[in-house]
């Protein structure tokens, strides 16, 4: 399918620079990290040293992704396998790599119950693990002090369905303040690097979720360092929760930044066109979500490629979560994310491609009242006649639709993407199609939710 998908905005904006400036309009960005950067944000992946011998593996980290985080090369049992000894060797040549590329490094992780060596599983005495947590702090933080513009400090503290405290040797051992205690000792460590929480199963609001939330309000109000949290984005096709964004929004309100941090999005394999076209819904759904909160300051997918993704080890018959499959060609979810971010995959039939046969989309509320508002989108086809169209409407938060006519609209999150009821389909050379819809807003944001517009 073509997946030419234009925002209305970004089209006005480039129309209004050309008409000023005299000059052609300027391309959208055609990979993710030109139109990540567009929008002041990075777009990253982990990446595995073990794979930088790969050249289709370097060439795709090297065009598409300006951030980069070390899949396992930064974490405890690498870095200091036995007490007091460290070994820096696979992460400083990712840094190094990405230093080479200008590619922001997000450090992972400092404190996590995983991949711990088991000399730190054995120790009993509070005061010997506080030191020992402390030391492996100072020296790991202190080694890529200036290389790193983010640390995720503490890893996955809490447990899913409850929300309490997970059961580790520094819960066990140190208790509550373990978390605090890492915090402080990183910033005295980096005082450069933004000190994140990373946690899985936060993307939307629920038990953990508001632990986390509840902890992060306690740092700020008590002065703990703490600057950033990270949603993982562990998710599954077609099961994405519909409140990320909200949720992205409140950890925004109490003063922190917010990233998604390890995004992958699993399906039963085999893939198949059905399945991938749900998971582009989804990645867009996410992808929006972030774009649509100015404190959500990056995205991270959790691999470049299916081949080498964490999923099919961990879950049996599960897998294809990533945006390039095993031959690092690009999937639907990688246009769907492209265009989240205001980027245009280059698809035949794109405005300002040869053979131009698209469609432009303009949004208007026609009415609005204290917790909702109706709106119609007009959809008109260029200089040629289009046989079908799709707008895609991506709802601010809080904001859902009630009735929609003239269209047959599909909801993931906070995206809804509408086709033609059937008989409006069809629209010839230089006419217009349009539908309408009536969108509730409990918490009084009328304002207009994002549209883009193109050719299936
Ligand atoms: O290094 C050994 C290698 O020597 C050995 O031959 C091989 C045999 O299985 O194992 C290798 O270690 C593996 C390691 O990745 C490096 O590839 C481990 O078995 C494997 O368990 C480990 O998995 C990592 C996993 O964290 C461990 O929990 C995944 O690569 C990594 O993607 C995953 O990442 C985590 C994040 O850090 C935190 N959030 C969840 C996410 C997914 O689990």
């Not at 030419?4 to 400036?21: H, K, Q």
């Not at 009821?421 to 918490?443: D, E, R, Y």
Request: proline share 5%; hydrophobic share 40%; glycine share 10%.
């Amino acid at each position: 399918m073509r997946r030419a998908l234009t925002s209305v905005l970004g089209a006005a904006t480039l129309l209004l620079a050309g008409l000023v400036a005299g000059a052609p309009p300027a391309a959208a960005a055609s990979t993710l990290k030109d139109a990540a950067a567009a929008t002041g944000r990075v777009f990253g992946t982990a990446a595995a040293q073990s794979h930088m011998g790969e050249s289709a593996y370097v060439n795709t980290l090297n065009r598409e992704f300006n951030q980069l985080t070390p899949e396992n090369e930064m974490k405890w049992e690498t870095t200091e396998p036995s007490r007091d000894s460290f070994d820096y060797s696979a992460a400083d040549q990712l840094v190094q790599h990405a230093r080479s590329q200008g590619m922001e490094v997000r450090g992972h992780t400092l404190v996590w119950h995983s991949q711990l060596p088991s000399w730190v599983e054995g120790i009993s005495s509070r005061t010997e693990l506080l030191e020992v947590m402390r030391n492996h702090i100072a020296n790991v933080a202190g080694h890529f002090r200036g290389d790193l513009t983010t640390w995720d400090v503490v890893n996955e503290a809490f447990e899913d369905g409850t929300g309490a405290r997970r059961d580790t040797v520094f819960q066990r051992v140190i208790g509550d303040g373990y978390i605090e205690e890492a915090f402080r000792a990183a910033r005295a460590a980096d005082p450069t690097a933004k000190l994140c929480y990373n946690d899985y199963n936060i993307d939307g609001r629920n038990a953990k979720s508001d632990a986390v939330y509840a902890m992060v309000q306690d740092f700020k109000r008590r002065g703990v360092p703490i600057d950033c949290v990270g949603l993982q984005g562990h998710l599954i096709v077609g099961s994405v929760p519909g409140d990320v964004q909200a949720n992205i929004q409140r950890f925004a309100d109490l003063g922190v930044d917010v990233y998604i941090t390890e995004l992958d999005i699993r399906m039963q394999t085999p893939p198949n066109s059905q399945k991938l076209a749900q998971q582009a819904a989804d990645y867009r759904s996410v992808v929006s979500a972030c774009v649509a909160v100015t404190r959500c300051k990056g995205i991270t997918v959790w691999g470049i490629t299916d081949k080498y993704s964490w999923i099919p080890d961990v879950f049996e018959g599960e897998g294809a979560a990533l945006l390039f499959d095993d031959n690092y060609n690009k999937k639907p979810a990688y246009d769907a994310s492209l265009e989240a971010l205001g980027g245009d995959p280059g698809d035949p039939g794109d405005p300002g491609d040869p053979g131009d046969g698209d469609v432009t989309c303009t949004y208007t509320r026609t009415s609005q009242w204290n917790n909702g508002f109706n709106g119609q989108v007009t959809i008109t086809a260029g200089s040629s006649a289009v046989s079908s169209w799709t707008a895609v409407l991506t709802m601010r938060s809080g904001q859902s639709i009630q009735a929609l006519w003239n269209g047959t609209p599909s909801t993931s999150g906070s995206v809804v993407t509408v086709k033609p009821a059937g008989w409006n389909a069809n629209i010839p050379a230089g006419a217009s199609a349009s539908f309408g819809f009536t969108a509730s807003a409990p918490n009084g944001d009328v304002s207009d939710p994002g549209l883009a517009c193109g050719t299936p």
